[in-house]
């Protein structure tokens, strides 16, 4: 219900006189009285900028929102290749005694966001441009523009078992296991002395009558051939021996090669499984190498010490390339590591990047990383070779 009104009014004088208004002074205690301000008129600059301002809010709102064709890649978890996952071994062996260690070797990752199914907004590139731990590259650089999110998972894990097969052979042949393996030839490099001489199926056995019962044979073999000789490459064609001469190419580094996509299949003394989850790529072959042969050996490599590294790992024992080990180095040193081993080819990238308190160690082969984590658990490592 609403008030009922009064005629008469509290600011009225109660005679019938006219109110006469004191002058603002009228006594000499009284506050001056504070004048309202007078708005200024709105003009048309004002009402210009007032709607860009609202604009802008919209657009940065938009823009934040809207994915973006970048890839930012930062430090992703670490995983002790001597410890466990979930309470699980991440290295499991059975066939041959294995041994306790008491160091880490922490195998790094890198995490990326990005490209398919993981898109990137302008807050995110901001963030990733001012952040010393960050990269911001085009997402064509880092993900192939014409694969699925499904397409370069399913790429990822099959990297991985590759990586957890070679670094196996390669750490069980550091060792001095003999791992057979059978050669089948997957197919042939095009315009290559192989092509329309080798066919898809065949067994590789011998070169220029020397057996080869492994791939380090068959790359020990082409160790003595000039790039541009002929060999004679034996092989088992459905079952039946024939010998075929294959004229050799350079792989570009004064290398002859035989220009085949070999498919071996292993036959291995020891069982060894690697279990990891939610980690793909071929990265992490040279950490899985050493935790092997460290759980194999009775004495304690690491001996304590928290040792990173990276690098992929091929059937021959050679250290490989990665991507993102400055974010990597930034990871290990996070995650308590007071050493990195650090594939000798991306040294360029690590000069200059590496965090205080981590030293970096320079590796070329699985033999050299193995002594490194040896000298690091002797407390011998002033001799090591470092990035410079």
Known sequence: MERASSNARND???NDEPATA?????HPDAPPAVRAPEEPPLTRRAITLSVLTVLLALLLALASAVPLPYAISGPGPTRNTLGDQGGVQLISISGATTYPATGKLLLTTVSTSGGPGYPVTLGDVLRGWVSNARSVRPVEDVFPPSESRQQID????????TSQEDATVSALQELGYRVPTTLTVDGTV?????????EKGDVVVSVDGAPVTSYLALSTAMDAVRPGADVTLGVRRSGVAQDLTVRTTDDGTGRAILGLYIAPTFDFPVDVSIKIDDIGGPSAGTMFALGIIDRLTPADEANGKVIAGTGTMNLTGDVGPIGGIQQKLIGARRDGAQWFLAPASNCNEVVGHVPSGLTVVKISTLHQAREAVIAIGAGKAGSLPGCS
């Open 190 to 198: 095009p315009a290559s002395g192989a092509d329309g001489v080798v």
């Open 154 to 161: 399913q790429t990822n894990k099959a990297d991985m078992v």
């Open 12 to 14: 009225v004088p109660v």
């Open 22 to 26: 004191l002058p603002d002074t009228a």
